[in-house]
């Protein structure tokens, strides 16, 4: 079979567990809300964001991609896609860190009227080296939460002379991608990775956002003892409220067994806490960036570095202790040896957002300033509507004397 | 052991769980921040609520109480109340609706300064009865989803002409009091005042916000099979997603062993469910008024009512159904039988919230409006900070080079 | 309305939530298979004891009953057995030790030619103070693990000389009463009794049995942070394998916040623990007999003892520490202020298991010798039949090629 | 790197993760308990059998070895044996079943003094093909629960005339390996396989045996709607009191998205139910033969059968349902297409008790006759207190009085 035969296969079995992308297609197929625009994707590219790329393509964009990270792009997917009409794409697996900027260049080079983006690398790269292009952008939308966090810190600067919407943001995103999504991929992959238990083992969060909430909760659903570790006081509240364990980093490691970052930000684990940890600890990181695990650092301090098993590096240090990291600390659920990106249904869903908001920002585009935006309510509500659909979920109403009983606020009308 | 000295007892034990209070009372005894204001505080009137009174007039304020549900009124605590300096309370257990009322207007009679609401009860009577004494009113803070809601009704009808907070919309308040304290209470008492077991029964949660989430999780803690209905597409979906079985109430009930509500709405359930509803199902009530199970078209509906054990109804339907309710529909952990209320611990927070809200209004009340606000993050964090403190929990801090990390955006400062 | 219509109406709603009983009427009804003996029963006696005992009264029983413990006695229970034929009981609430004593030997003058135990009271009274009556004895059946253990430190001795039927060591029985009955009531007693919050608390449970694995895993279930004393390997390994932290009781203390006893040993919590033990620690006990804490050597450690709400006894230590102890060691769920016991399903499964338990050894007796036995498996699984139906459940049979399947070994008959 | 070398680097890292295994080579390297005796092994051949089988040989044992099931055999680590003296190994990854049986009969051929069998596939081909050899058999042990079922039948059949352990049956393997080892990888393996999600999922488990109960809690701890079969009611019961569904499987397949098999008996799913199953069901076996599901019944449906992502087959029934089979029904933790077997820890467990055992009954076999055993209690208690140890587990004993009080029955001794 052929590279694009290959890709079609995979494009199919996503197609069939996607169905909110049915019903975008049905729906839009025939309204083109994107038509005459030019759409630039910047995502992990397989088969789940094709099938996104070809629902955009469906409702009339011309669509140009490319990958938000090398190491994880399929090629025969790449392959299947270019070979659809409305759609380029610039992707190759395994390139080198400057290939893969040029490649971002060619995408951007298409003067995109809408990003949909990914940690905002398309939308920065747009700003900070192709100023001359921004005024054909529209607007842009993002997904992951350290991207919403680039994109404030651009804000704060001066830098978003456009509409930006928040998808990652959205409760239809953030209470199913990062709690479901990441918490089922990153602890199969980290289980099949290692060969080793989750039952019984302490386990390490870092942080307690929606990521970490669905590792913890996953990782004690299958029998860890989890401890958090968190910089905000509430949230480490609440996972204290839920039974899991909380500590600073710096005593959280002296009993992990497993360490997984979520965070969001760098050095989660640095020197300091290298030095303390247990012979034998995995480290994995399933935050966006490698860089939550200094692992330059770590590299430093070993006396021996090598590659016990496909995807774990074994750092021993000078005392003999042994520090196993995971899929070189990127992202575990795509970059470990059996890694598949997040669940179909969860990309299926957060695609959506992606989408619909997208279709928002265009309609409302008069009305938008420069700003990061939250995504207005309406649209998640439409996500959710049509997903309850598709699982064939039904649910209650309000009678007309409920919604009046909402407005009330008179005693005699609230206690009856 | 006359009234005062059990009341003091009573105080004495919540006092001693309550390190929240503790930290407040030392923090504010000798800052006074309420000093010269009369302070009106409704709420169920027992002990958790007489050390928040006590640390109110240790704060300065002149504080004026009375109980916004009659039946919870702990008379002992009362006495114990009223015989300490700066407080004046106006409650007596098992009054009736309009000697209730009475209370309240003699409660309001003293011209609050700052009103601390339970349901927003003080604030309508105020806006609807005493117009003349609106102009006293810096302000007010309520802790309840059905006061809150109310208050957004009143605020569309122009009746909002002071700032309001919404307390029960902190994190600090919903993620703790609802979850938690609802969680627990509702179905421990639940628990015994039917002597049935959790374990194996199918039973129906009305609403998937922060009290429903509370008590469908922590049923199936204990083994029932949940069933949750909802009204809100997404919550519907969040509940689906984490292992809860989704449907319409009329569907729901067929199966039901037990149902308890916690919306905040009225007829939850209703004829058209007791029509459907097997022989034997147990009704609760954990939402706010009595109103979300309508009783009043049950007791219509019955053959025969009688009283089969402590503080549950049976009602007979002329096909011979039972249906069993739990402290005639009145909240669960406040009216059964074994009912103390909620946690001391959830309420040493949920109190501690309206505390420091109400401080901060003060502080901020000339850049302050004639609106509903949410609390301002800072204050929810400020009580976190003191919780993690008296629970003796250290979490970690940013370094600075993750501060710095927070505001990049550009590839490179990202990625390293 | 008098004790005896009081009684009735809580044999009424108990008798509604027993269906297993309600089918053991109707096949043994008819039957009589206790036609002429004399049934002695000791238990706690409350309603769901009562509908046991009019259960064997309809299967043809005298029976004469007894409590197992006084302070659990139902008075208006006792007057409405006694007034039905057949029946005859001693026992009055809150007798002293020696007449209890006396009402146990009343009891036993009966000559019982069965006796259907509860910790093997009934049984040890007879072997050790009417050794001249226990020939007339037919057999035994004990529903209590610390009945049976009882009994094989008998049987060491040689005092067994009857055959004697282990009821609790029926998965019907352990899986159930111990794990769901013992689990619910205990944590739900103890959260009314002190009106303290589970989530997030440190709690202790002494023992990994069944009643431990059921307290461990709903108090987990609800939030709170389990560690696991235990004095067996392989279920200190079970528990550290489900999540639950595992430690020696004099390191466990240290942390704790709440600790439950459920071993069926003595002095599980004793001097050299209380010294350790954080200001505040509740003490609760959900073993068979209150001996599981040391409440001899805490008063005496205490330089003040109060009781600080009912059922509520806090030990003020010299150095100012207090230590709580709920109802004074008692069985939690039996003596708490609030307690019901079991839940009803649970007692309905227990007591048809020593139902059908006594029938199987009438039936058998010719063939059983003087020693302790377990239950028949064919006698759980007639009631897991008849729980099944009462249920509804239907769940599959074996088609004839799996029973083939079954008994075959070769290669080429197992993989086909 | 060659083949030896590779193989050596996958036995280091199990070989880390393997405490057991090395207290093991500490207690009996120097004892040699096997010395002289020819041990024969069959299992799964891959790095973590590879260390049981280094331990055999350093315990003086002569190992031949073959794979039980050729699919899973890793040929590296075949080599990398084969390069260690006193170990033989006749298997070969991928081999045809007639190649197969000839390597397990070569095995056989060297007629072992013990069997460390899987499945009880050597001990069949032993007394089945080369009965001349089973004079030479000391005894046999078993690790799986299928082959114990096998035994027992040969025992039926006048066939065991050797001591045999069942090995399954102890504690220390199945609370530890069935429930957390199967449940566990199944599922890592199916999440990885399909790319989809177990939250809210309706997921089938067949069978609530120990595999079952691993695995329908483990998918429920993730989010999954779990219904249980089963054909024992009190298996049945104990996964209702825990909060599952259960139904028959004619009914249970209609609403399922995934269902997994883990019963040991064939055709649990068959025709009749491939008639009722919904468009795109999965459908995996986590028991030990591929016959669970009937694959020729369901190939002969289906209009056309295709690999739609590596490991899954897609049948297409005439009416246009799909019906998606995991790695061709065979043990999905071995078959799957990333399937790396049971986790390190739990086979170092499994592994250490069929070493033990082993020990036990050459130490005992004067006294042993020709019947299939339960492993002795001591041996499992043995294997508990090394894995204590390897986890730094510190657990309580009893004191003096707590044993005098376990032996004790009266009254007064009882309850002090």
Request: glycine letters at 8%; hydrophobic letters at 45%; a negative charge.
């Amino acid at each position: 079979m052929n590279d694009i035969e290959l890709g079609r296969r995979k494009l199919d079995w996503a197609r069939s567990h996607m169905p909110i992308h049915s019903e975008l297609r049905r729906i839009h197929g025939a309204r083109h809300p994107f038509a005459g625009l030019v759409v630039a994707v910047g995502s992990h590219i397989e088969a789940k964001t094709g099938v996104f790329i070809e629902t955009l393509a469906a409702a009339g964009a011309e669509v140009v991609f490319t990958a938000s990270v090398a190491a994880t792009t399929q090629d025969d997917v790449v392959a299947a896609l270019n070979a659809q009409p409305g759609i380029t794409g610039y992707a190759r697996r395994g390139v080198s860190a400057e290939e893969s900027v040029a490649l971002h260049e060619r995408t951007v080079a298409h003067k995109p009227n809408l990003i949909l983006d990914d940690a905002a690398e398309l939308t920065a790269l747009l700003v900070h080296r192709f100023p001359e292009h921004v005024a054909e952008l529209l607007g842009m939308c993002e997904q992951t939460a350290t991207g919403v966090q680039r994109l404030h810190a651009m804000e704060r600067q001066g830098l978003i002379t456009f509409p930006a919407y928040a998808v990652n943001d959205t409760p239809m995103k953030h209470d199913f991608d990062n709690v479901h999504g990441t918490g089922e991929s990153a602890l199969a992959n980290l289980a099949l990775a290692t060969n080793l238990l989750l039952a019984g083992k302490r386990v390490v969060v870092a942080g307690f956002g929606y990521c970490g909430q669905g590792v913890a909760q996953k990782a004690k659903g299958w029998g860890a003892r989890v401890t958090v570790t968190e910089v905000d006081p509430r949230k480490a509240l609440r996972a204290h409220m839920l039974g899991f364990d909380v500590a600073p980093m710096a005593q959280a490691v002296r009993q992990a067994e497993v360490i997984i970052t979520t965070t969001g930000n760098r050095d989660v684990l640095r020197r300091e806490h290298f030095e303390a940890m247990p012979d034998g600890v995995v480290l994995a990181n399933a935050g966006h960036f490698h860089v939550e695990i200094d692992t330059g650092a770590l590299a430093e301090m070993a006396a021996a570095s090598r590659e016990v098993r496909p995807g774990i590096t074994e750092h021993r240090l000078a005392d003999g202790r042994r520090i196993n990291v995971v899929a070189g600390a990127e992202l575990v659920n795509l970059a470990a040896p059996t890694a598949m990106g997040h669940p179909v249904e969860v990309m299926d869903q957060t695609f959506a957002m992606q989408f619909m908001a997208a279709v928002h920002l265009l309609e409302h585009r008069a009305s938008l300033g420069a700003a990061v935006y939250p995504v207005p309510d309406e649209v998640d509500r439409q996500v959710a509507q049509i997903k309850l659909r598709t699982l064939g979920l039904r649910i209650d109403t309000l009678t007309d004397d409920q919604r009046r009983y909402q407005d009330s606020w008179r005693s005699e009308d609230i206690i009856k």
